[in-house]
């Protein structure tokens, strides 16, 4: 069994910075690839980074050079460093744990483990 808790969430003006954490515990270790995706009502999920074991990580190309993901595999915590938001940015936002590497489409995820979320609100 894996527990991902997403902390980190809350509101922002536009061009300003967020950073999200997803603290993993339970059976996983640094071995698991882990990525952030993001739901807005009525829309797809969106994936929007992954990171492998090997540090290895693929981008969205709507957060590309905005967001860096990062993992601290002596916390089991994952993070997702978001600059220079935007309002389209608002979404909840959600962690992802699985045994294997995964792409940024949310259905190859339908497996791994998840967090609960949290919501990120960038007012314009």
């Known amino acids: 069994q894996v527990e991902l808790v997403v902390s980190g969430g809350g509101s922002v ?3 300003g910075s967020l950073i999200l954490s997803c603290r993993a515990s339970g ?3 640094s071995t ?3 990525a952030w995706f993001r739901q807005v ?3 797809e999920r969106e994936g929007l980074a992954t990171i492998d074991s090997d540090g290895k990580t693929n981008y969205a ?3 590309k050079g905005r967001f860096n993901i990062s993992r601290d595999n002596t916390k089991n ?3 997702l460093q978001m600059n220079s938001l935007e ?3 608002t979404a909840m936002y959600l962690c992802a744990a699985d045994v294997q590497s995964r792409g940024l489409w949310w259905g190859y995820w339908k497996g ?9 609100t960038v007012s314009s």
């Open 61 to 63: 190309d709507s957060v």
């Open 87 to 89: 309002p389209e940015d």
């Open 41 to 43: 009502p009525e829309k």
């Open 32 to 34: 698991y690839s882990m």
């Open 27 to 29: 059976n996983i270790d």
């Open 77 to 79: 915590t994952l993070y």
């Open 112 to 120: 791994a483990w998840w967090g609960q979320g949290t919501q990120v």
């Open 13 to 15: 003006q536009a061009g």
